[in-house]
């Protein structure tokens, strides 16, 4: 009985291993071939013999963001778009720049796992767990802290310190994609009908129009 469960529990671990992320490479390497207009889950692989090592690529994290935007922060992102030798590869990353008091608001990316770490300054980070207890797990972090983001939940970071922050981010996959929560709700196209909203939050309708106005 006790080896049923523990097989049972082998398969279920196997499973969700095997779904839960990107696709492991059958290959060395895939580098995206960005001109190809066969759509695949990912990207079509550039031929082999074409392949350069400038496909293996990025430069300008040096580079600050520019912050001069309503929430003050700014996310430049390494993903297979800007690197398409990260094709197939289950992995990316970005740089976030924060002015003092400037927020990366509440978003999620639907397909990885987050771990920041801070490069400079001071950085309040979140994230909330699901349904229903939805607790808020968050610390302060200073300089050469490390914290990490799980699969799927919303999560935020502010700049708690009197200068710039600087943090960088890795994420398990090639195509993290991000939902930012106030943007997909208050800005979709066409707009969500405010009497959704207004029930789903529960608002005056007006308050909904007045933050549909903002995105
Ligand atoms: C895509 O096409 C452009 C223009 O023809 C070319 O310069 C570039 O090298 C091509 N990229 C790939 C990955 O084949
Ligand atoms: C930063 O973005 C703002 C708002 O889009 C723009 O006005 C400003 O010129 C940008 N600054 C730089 C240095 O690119």
């Not at 922060?73 to 590869?89: C, D, F, I």
């Not at 708690?160 to 929560?181: C, F, H, K, R």
């Amino acid at each position: 009985m006790t080896s049923h469960w523990l097989l049972f529990g082998l398969l279920v671990a196997g499973c969700s291993l095997a779904f839960a992320s990107d696709p492991s490479p059958l290959q060395d390497f895939c580098v995206a071939d960005q001109n190809s207009t066969v759509f695949v889950n990912g990207l079509v692989c550039k031929e082999a013999r074409l392949v350069q090592p400038d496909d293996f690529f990025y430069s300008g994290l040096q580079l600050m963001g520019n912050t001069s935007n309503a929430v003050e922060s700014a996310v430049t992102p390494v993903t297979v778009e800007e690197l398409p030798g990260l094709n197939t590869l289950g992995i990316s990353m970005a740089r976030i720049d924060f002015a003092p008091q400037g927020i990366n608001p509440p978003h999620t990316h639907p397909r990885a796992t987050e771990i920041l770490t801070v490069m400079e300054g001071r950085i309040l980070v979140g994230f909330v767990t699901s349904n229903p207890q939805n607790r808020l797990i968050t610390k302060e972090l200073q300089k050469g802290d490390v914290f990490v983001f799980p699969e799927g939940l919303i999560h935020f970071q502010k700049n708690v310190g009197n200068g710039y922050a600087v943090a960088i981010a890795a994420l398990s996959s090639q195509n993290p994609g991000v939902i930012t929560i106030a943007n997909a709700i208050f800005g979709s196209n066409p707009d969500i009908a405010g009497d959704i909203l207004a029930k789903a939050f529960q608002v005056d309708i007006n308050v909904v129009y007045q933050i549909q106005s903002k995105f």
